[in-house]
């Protein structure tokens, strides 16, 4: 080592070429970190499980209400999935009805006909006109529409606030018949005619902003049959239904 020494103040001074080839210390270098194959392939796998544990756990039940492990239940997830459900498939229904409403009104068009062939009746009686032309036409009127109004087996009648919705249903054998006519008083109702029992499903008939409604529901497996009515409007409606027939019990909502 080379160092001057300077008498009058007795300090001492390093030279500069002593600091120029001064070794660097090994310390002072940055080590890099070597990735392995097999360490990525563990990161990975952990990831995955994450991932798949977040699946299982939150994601199904809270979107689909699949709770596969009971977690979501108990969380709340599970009901949350189920109502989102729920809320899907009745819009999925709306935009369907939409397509098929107008094949709707028409296939109803033939029940509802149905009632002129009673009002033809009149004209068996025309022969009396001839003494009396006025009275028949009176006496008539009255005749066909108080046995229509008595002959109802059951009769109910519910308010749906908007939004609302509504299911009734006649347990009934396979093949029975069943008389029916429904009524939207102060709206419209979308509606959703169906049944099921022992392990079957069948969708009879769907319609969309639909007043009112008769006809005959013939029971194509032995279950519950009847229908489902929302309130889509942004009023409360009054639902009327009349039933008659061969069926053993009414299903009233609770």
Same mark, same amino acid.
């Given at each position: 080592?080379?160092?001057?020494?300077?008498?009058?103040?007795?300090?001492?001074?390093?030279?500069?070429?002593?600091?120029?080839?001064? /070794?660097?210390?090994?310390?002072?270098?940055?080590?890099?970190?070597?990735?392995?194959?097999?360490?990525?392939?563990?990161? &990975?796998?952990?990831?995955?499980?994450?991932?798949?544990?977040?699946? &299982?756990?939150? *994601?199904? /039940?809270?979107?689909?209400?699949?709770?596969? &492990?009971?977690?979501?239940?108990?969380?709340? @997830? =599970?009901?949350?999935?189920?109502?989102?459900?729920?809320? !899907?498939?009745?819009?999925?229904?709306?935009? $369907?009805?939409?397509?098929?409403?107008?094949?709707?009104?028409?296939?109803?068009?033939?029940?509802?006909?149905?009632? /002129?062939?009673?009002?033809?009746? /009149?004209?068996?009686?025309?022969?009396? %006109?001839?003494?009396?032309?006025?009275?028949?036409?009176?006496?008539?009127?009255?005749?066909?529409?108080?046995?229509?109004?008595?002959? *109802?087996?059951?009769?109910?009648?519910?308010?749906?606030?908007?939004?609302?919705?509504?299911?009734?249903?006649?347990?009934? +054998?396979?093949?029975?018949?069943?008389? #029916?006519?429904?009524?939207? +008083?102060?709206? =419209?109702?979308?509606?959703?005619?169906?049944?099921?029992?022992?392990?079957?499903?069948?969708?009879?008939?769907?319609?969309?902003?639909?007043?009112?409604? %008769?006809?005959?529901?013939? $029971?194509?497996? =032995?279950? +519950?049959?009847?229908? #489902? *009515?929302?309130?889509?409007?942004?009023?409360?409606? &009054?639902? =009327?239904?009349?039933?008659?027939?061969? !069926?053993?019990? @009414?299903?009233?909502? +609770?």
């Amino acid at each position: 080592m080379q160092q001057d020494y300077n008498h009058s103040d007795d300090h001492i001074t390093i030279s500069h070429s002593e600091q120029r080839h001064a /070794p660097s210390s090994a310390s002072g270098h940055i080590t890099g970190v070597k990735a392995t194959s097999n360490g990525l392939i563990r990161d &990975t796998i952990g990831a995955v499980a994450v991932a798949g544990v977040i699946l &299982t756990l939150f *994601w199904l /039940p809270a979107e689909y209400g699949i709770d596969l &492990t009971g977690v979501g239940r108990v969380l709340g @997830l =599970t009901q949350m999935g189920e109502i989102k459900q729920q809320l !899907y498939a009745e819009a999925a229904a709306d935009d $369907a009805a939409l397509a098929t409403a107008k094949t709707s009104e028409v296939a109803e068009t033939p029940e509802v006909i149905e009632t /002129p062939e009673v009002i033809e009746t /009149p004209e068996i009686a025309e022969p009396t %006109e001839v003494t009396t032309p006025s009275a028949p036409a009176v006496a008539v009127a009255p005749a066909v529409t108080e046995p229509a109004i008595s002959a *109802w087996q059951d009769e109910v009648s519910y308010i749906l606030t908007p939004g609302q919705g509504i299911e009734i249903k006649l347990v009934m +054998n396979e093949g029975a018949i069943a008389d #029916f006519a429904w009524s939207a +008083n102060g709206g =419209t109702l979308n509606y959703d005619t169906h049944g099921d029992g022992g392990g079957k499903q069948i969708s009879y008939e769907k319609g969309r902003s639909i007043t009112d409604q %008769e006809g005959k529901l013939i $029971a194509a497996f =032995t279950g +519950n049959h009847g229908w #489902f *009515w929302r309130n889509r409007d942004n009023k409360d409606v &009054t639902l =009327t239904l009349f039933v008659r027939g061969d !069926y053993s019990t @009414l299903k009233l909502p +609770n």
